[in-house]
Protein backbone atom coordinates (compact mmCIF):
# COMPACT_ATOMS: atom_id res chain seq x y z
CA UNK A 1 0.00 0.00 0.00
CA UNK A 2 2.74 2.53 0.53
CA UNK A 3 4.34 1.92 -2.62
CA UNK A 4 1.00 2.90 -4.52
CA UNK A 5 0.76 6.01 -1.89
CA UNK A 6 4.28 7.34 -2.64
CA UNK A 7 3.69 6.97 -6.16
CA UNK A 8 0.79 9.07 -6.64
CA UNK A 9 2.35 11.20 -3.86
CA UNK A 10 5.39 11.84 -6.29
CA UNK A 11 2.58 12.45 -9.60
CA UNK A 12 0.46 14.51 -7.39
CA UNK A 13 3.08 17.15 -5.63
CA UNK A 14 5.89 15.03 -3.86
CA UNK A 15 8.50 15.47 -6.99
CA UNK A 16 8.49 19.57 -6.77
CA UNK A 17 8.57 19.35 -3.10
CA UNK A 18 11.62 17.43 -2.89
CA UNK A 19 12.78 19.16 -5.85
CA UNK A 20 12.82 22.58 -3.65
CA UNK A 21 14.16 20.53 -0.93
CA UNK A 22 17.31 19.70 -3.17
CA UNK A 23 18.18 22.85 -4.73
CA UNK A 24 17.72 24.77 -1.41
CA UNK A 25 20.22 22.05 0.04
CA UNK A 26 22.47 22.32 -2.52
CA UNK A 27 22.32 26.12 -2.46
CA UNK A 28 23.47 26.03 1.03
CA UNK A 29 26.49 23.62 0.50
CA UNK A 30 28.10 26.75 -1.78
CA UNK A 31 28.69 27.82 1.81
CA UNK A 32 31.72 26.70 3.89
CA UNK A 33 29.74 27.43 7.08
CA UNK A 34 25.83 26.41 5.91
CA UNK A 35 26.95 22.90 4.74
CA UNK A 36 25.52 21.02 7.72
CA UNK A 37 22.31 22.93 6.71
CA UNK A 38 22.86 22.08 3.18
CA UNK A 39 23.00 18.34 3.84
CA UNK A 40 20.37 18.14 6.24
CA UNK A 41 17.57 20.13 3.52
CA UNK A 42 19.10 17.25 1.18
CA UNK A 43 18.07 14.24 3.69
CA UNK A 44 15.06 16.17 4.22
CA UNK A 45 14.24 16.03 0.41
CA UNK A 46 14.70 12.58 0.35
CA UNK A 47 11.95 11.74 3.24
CA UNK A 48 9.41 14.28 1.32
CA UNK A 49 10.15 12.16 -1.85
CA UNK A 50 8.87 9.30 -0.35
CA UNK A 51 7.03 9.47 3.09
CA UNK A 52 4.79 6.49 3.08
CA UNK A 53 5.88 3.45 5.13
CA UNK A 54 7.91 5.66 7.33
CA UNK A 55 7.60 6.87 10.42
CA UNK A 56 8.73 9.76 12.84
CA UNK A 57 11.12 8.95 15.73
CA UNK A 58 12.95 11.34 17.80
CA UNK A 59 16.72 11.51 17.42
CA UNK A 60 19.03 10.79 20.54
CA UNK A 61 20.92 13.80 20.47
CA UNK A 62 24.56 12.54 20.55
CA UNK A 63 26.86 16.26 20.48
CA UNK A 64 24.96 17.86 22.88
CA UNK A 65 25.15 21.82 22.38
CA UNK A 66 26.14 21.84 18.91
CA UNK A 67 23.24 19.82 17.67
CA UNK A 68 20.95 22.05 20.02
CA UNK A 69 22.78 25.31 18.71
CA UNK A 70 21.84 23.87 14.82
CA UNK A 71 18.03 22.83 15.71
CA UNK A 72 17.72 26.55 16.40
CA UNK A 73 19.22 28.48 13.76
CA UNK A 74 16.95 25.69 11.58
CA UNK A 75 14.30 26.58 13.44
CA UNK A 76 14.90 30.47 13.30
CA UNK A 77 16.07 30.34 9.48
CA UNK A 78 13.52 27.33 7.64
CA UNK A 79 12.12 25.50 10.33
CA UNK A 80 8.90 27.53 11.11
CA UNK A 81 8.88 28.44 7.30
CA UNK A 82 8.60 24.83 5.91
CA UNK A 83 6.21 23.67 9.36
CA UNK A 84 3.94 26.19 8.44
CA UNK A 85 4.22 25.24 4.67
CA UNK A 86 3.67 21.79 5.63
CA UNK A 87 0.53 22.79 7.76
CA UNK A 88 -1.55 24.70 5.15
CA UNK A 89 -0.66 21.96 2.28
CA UNK A 90 -1.81 19.29 5.11
CA UNK A 91 -4.95 21.95 5.92
CA UNK A 92 -5.85 21.85 2.41
CA UNK A 93 -5.51 18.24 1.65
CA UNK A 94 -7.70 17.12 4.13
CA UNK A 95 -11.16 19.11 2.92
CA UNK A 96 -11.32 16.25 0.32
CA UNK A 97 -11.44 12.35 1.54
CA UNK A 98 -9.24 11.68 -0.96
CA UNK A 99 -6.90 13.56 0.27
CA UNK A 100 -7.00 12.91 3.73
CA UNK A 101 -4.23 10.43 3.47
CA UNK A 102 -1.69 12.80 2.02
CA UNK A 103 -2.97 15.39 4.12
CA UNK A 104 -1.68 12.85 7.14
CA UNK A 105 1.85 12.90 5.37
CA UNK A 106 2.38 16.18 5.46
CA UNK A 107 1.07 16.41 9.05
CA UNK A 108 3.54 14.03 9.85
CA UNK A 109 6.40 15.63 8.45
CA UNK A 110 5.67 18.43 10.44
CA UNK A 111 8.09 17.88 13.09
CA UNK A 112 11.18 16.42 10.83
CA UNK A 113 10.70 20.51 8.96
CA UNK A 114 10.88 22.03 12.07
CA UNK A 115 13.52 20.05 13.65
CA UNK A 116 15.66 17.93 11.58
CA UNK A 117 18.23 17.75 13.81
CA UNK A 118 16.19 16.18 16.39
CA UNK A 119 13.92 14.07 14.78
CA UNK A 120 14.05 11.84 11.38
CA UNK A 121 11.90 8.98 9.45
CA UNK A 122 12.08 5.71 9.51
CA UNK A 123 10.85 2.36 7.79
CA UNK A 124 8.10 0.58 9.12
CA UNK A 125 8.49 -2.91 9.34
Given at each position: ????????????GG????ITYFLGGIGLCL????IPWGLMTIKLGFEVLLPFGKQVVSRERTTGCISMAASVIW???AGWMLALMHLGLGILLAVTVIGLPFAMQHFKLIPVAL???GYELVEIY
Open positions: MSLLGNIIWLVFLPAAGIVTILFDPF
